[in-house]
Nanobody, 114 residues
């Protein structure tokens, strides 16, 4: 069973930082691209970041480029999203995604507010 479990969300002030984690299991993690998506209240789920299987290639939504960094530790079967310079508009439920398996985690809430 392919499973993704996000963690690390919370409440932070604007300009603050947060690191999300996604623990993967049930597949050969190192062989697959991983994504982060987010969904804010009343909005569609949107792409945030993508990382290649080796971690050598990353892609970001324009809205987060330069502020967020996706990374992975294949030895730990974990993908991360380092979020810096957070803005209120970053507030959303953040989801880990394994596109090859059409699988999503349960989401972790990020709230950016003063």
């Amino acid at each position: 069973q392919v499973q993704l479990v996000e963690s690390g969300g919370g409440l932070v002030q604007p300009g603050g930082s947060l690191r999300l984690s996604c623990a993967a299991s049930g597949f050969t993690f190192r062989s697959y691209v991983m994504n982060w998506y987010r969904q804010a209240p009343g909005k569609e789920r949107e792409f945030v970041a993508r990382i290649s299987n080796s971690g050598s290639t990353t892609n970001y939504a324009d809205s987060v480029k330069g502020r967020f960094t996706i990374s992975r530790d294949n030895a730990k079967n974990t993908v991360y999203l380092q979020m810096n310079s957070l803005k209120p508009e970053d507030t959303a439920l953040y989801y880990c995604n394994a596109p090859a398996w059409a699988r999503w985690g349960q989401g972790t809430q990020v709230t950016v507010s003063s």
